[in-house]
């Protein structure tokens, strides 16, 4: 059996979860159930990034220790998870005492690429990101995300030697060895990569002491990505545990705004370590609001759980992966999010399957429920790319499909006419199309495959209450 292990980005636990970070849980939870489908031993991961600065200074400004901080907020991100039907099966929070062991271990491993120096230049907390100064002078000195001046910073801090590994990484992504997706973002980072200069990896205690401490310095602690890139093999155990069973990740899935870490530091770290490259770097574009940004200033912050509440998870789930382009910054509006749960699951789906269990019950048709898919070459290849978006509109104009042949093959005629034979034939035909449409479902919809699999197991049973009642 193959073995497949998925990563999602672990978020920052300054706040409570929002819609943007149900975009990296949900597009790894259709890669894991899509494995799974196909055969495959998936392991997937998720996980809470709760060191650094902009976590510290949010728990002092609400005057709660930072540990009770996190652990509260960490809760909030378990439940999140588990109300977007998202199954993981490793949750790593940095602050595990087995993750810190594994990151000083790795700080170790690494010791012949670092180097110390002094820092003299920008920051952004919120970014949590060293700025260079050409970046500084672009955005006149304001970070353009969180509008706020950088900071300054003149400190001593280690240095990974990227230089090191720059022509092989540079060489990985060329070839294919790690495939960066969508596939123009791999032309933007091979250009930061060629300008890319070694990077900070600590912060002096005296200017930020919640993180974990580099090993046999008492005066520094690792700066917060270092430690938050490790989450993806500390939790396969790593280096107590030998992780190549697992290791290298068939596909890491990250946002737009966060690969250059994946793309630069990342494979760098794991050449220094001697591991393999994720096979797979995925890369999600933004969830907007209108077109913008969701910020809580403007006031357009949209609350995935009323999302869910309103039209029930997997219509959420559905939009989510379907109208959200897995690849393009895409909008979420309520008024798009309602279009599509009364015309596309109500009608489409949801009065297909009512439409056709209650004609088959009505002329007891049976259905040979040992029936096996084959997925199609065109589902599996968009799959198999990570094309979730196109791969939902390619099943959904099967969907799409079946409804027309409904009405070009008007069953409900053949059975007034006494043509049962015809209708026999006709209503089989049907019914097995839609339930090989189900099975390339399941990794988007799981709940609402099941309740179709049990509407047309024997006897077929229409559904007392509409699968998406129309609102
Ligand atoms: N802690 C880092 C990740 C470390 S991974 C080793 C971080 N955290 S985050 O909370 O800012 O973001 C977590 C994930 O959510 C990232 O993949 C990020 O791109 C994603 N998103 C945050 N806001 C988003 C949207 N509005 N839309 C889509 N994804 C967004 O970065």
Redesign the pocket.
């Known amino acids: 059996m193959k073995k497949t292990y998925i990563t999602t980005?672990?978020?920052?636990v300054n706040g409570t979860p929002?819609?943007?970070?149900a975009?990296?849980y949900c597009l790894a939870d259709v890669c894991a159930r899509y494995h799974a489908m196909i055969g495959d031993e998936v392991r997937m991961q998720a996980g809470v990034?709760e060191h650094g600065g902009k976590i510290f200074q949010k728990a002092a400004d609400l005057g709660i220790p930072v540990e009770e901080y996190v652990a509260e907020n960490t809760q909030k991100f378990k439940d999140f998870i588990y109300k977007l039907g998202v199954h993981y099966t490793d949750f790593v929070r940095t602050t595990d005492a087995m993750h810190e062991k594994g990151c000083q271990e790795i700080w170790k491993k690494l010791e012949n690429h670092i180097y110390k120096a002094k820092y003299e230049g920008w920051y952004c907390t919120g970014c949590e990101r060293f700025i260079t100064e050409k970046e500084y002078e672009e955005n006149n000195g304001v970070c353009p995300d969180h509008q706020k001046p950088y900071e300054r910073l003149e400190e001593e801090n280690y240095y990974l030697r990227i230089a090191d590994f720059k022509d092989r990484i540079n060489q990985a992504i060329e070839s294919g060895e790690m495939v960066i997706l969508p596939e123009f973002r791999k032309k933007e980072i091979l250009k930061l990569l060629a300008d890319s200069p070694d990077v900070s990896i600590s912060r002096p205690k005296e200017q930020l002491t919640w993180g974990v401490s580099v090993p046999d310095d008492d005066t520094q602690v690792m700066y917060v990505?270092i430690d938050?890139?490790a989450?993806?093999i500390t939790v396969l155990g790593y280096p107590e545990k030998d992780i190549l069973d697992w290791w290298p990740a068939e596909a890491q899935f990250?946002?737009?705004?966060?690969l250059r870490?994946h793309a630069i530091i990342w494979p760098a770290m794991l050449m220094g370590l001697g591991l393999p490259l994720p096979k797979n770097l995925v890369s999600?574009?933004?969830?907007?609001a209108n077109g913008q940004?969701?910020s809580k200033s403007i006031g357009n912050v949209v609350d995935p759980m009323e999302a869910i509440e309103k039209h029930g998870l997997d219509a959420f789930r559905y939009y989510f992966l379907r109208h959200i382009d897995t690849f393009a910054d895409s909008d979420f509006t309520w008024e798009k999010f309602d279009n599509a749960y009364n015309n596309e699951l109500a009608n489409d789906l949801g009065n297909l399957v009512q439409r056709l269990a209650t004609l088959a019950k009505k002329n007891n048709i049976t259905i040979n429920d040992e029936l096996k898919f084959e997925l199609p070459h065109e589902y599996t290849e968009l799959m198999n790319n990570f094309e979730y978006s196109k791969a939902f509109d390619y099943v959904w104009a099967k969907v799409q499909d079946i409804n027309r042949r409904v009405d070009e093959e008007k069953p409900w005629s053949l059975a007034k006419n006494g043509e049962t034979e015809k209708l026999n034939a006709c209503m089989v035909g049907l019914i097995n199309e839609l339930l090989s449409v189900n099975n390339m479902l399941k990794p988007f919809i799981p709940d609402t495959c099941k309740k179709i699999e049990k509407v047309f197991a024997d006897p077929i049973t229409p559904p007392e209450v509409p699968l998406f009642p129309k609102q």
Not at 284 to 288: K, S, Y
Request: glycine share 10%; aromatic share 14%; net charge negative.
């Open positions: 980005a672990i978020p920052y929002h819609i943007g970070h975009m990296d990034d990505w938050a890139l989450n993806y990250v946002g737009k705004d966060i870490f999600h574009g933004m969830v907007l940004k969701m």
